[in-house]
């Protein structure tokens, strides 16, 4: 079981990345997905989040608007796709994968990240 992410870069202001999280022995039909980044102050930020079960979604203030996370039909692939991106958006991406029983978390599993950098 892993989650293997792609699609970072470098990206000048103003340009667009699309992030992709693949999960392997699993599919996400019975977690949350979720996009985390290091905030400014080092602290881990929800970025986007999307539910298996019913799709619904959810987003950090600063990037709604621009961020949009969704998944395939085969449920194996999350995407977040990041649109006017800004300087500030620039820091490691990492995918999450929780699924829960009961309301207990029974599984946690993380992709090992992707470099954001927006410069000019």
């Known amino acids: 079981v892993q989650l293997v992410e792609s699609g970072g870069g470098l990206v000048q202001p103003g340009g667009s990345l699309r992030l992709s999280c693949a999960a392997s022995?699993?599919?996400?039909?019975?977690?949350?997905m979720t996009w985390y980044r290091q905030g400014p102050r080092k602290e881990r930020e929800l970025v986007a989040q999307?539910?298996?079960?019913?799709?619904?979604?959810k987003y950090l203030d600063s990037v709604k608007g621009r961020f949009t996370i969704s998944g395939d039909n085969a449920k194996t692939t999350v995407y977040l796709q990041m649109n006017n991106l800004k300087p500030e958006d620039t820091t490691v991406y990492r995918c999450?994968?929780?699924?829960?029983?009961?309301?207990?978390?029974?599984?946690?599993?993380w992709g090992q990240g992707t470099q954001v950098t927006v410069s000019s």
């Open positions: 999450n994968a929780k699924q829960f029983r009961d309301g207990v978390l029974w599984n946690d599993y």
């Open positions: 022995g699993f599919t996400f039909s019975s977690y949350v």
């Open positions: 999307i539910t298996g079960a019913d799709g619904s979604t």
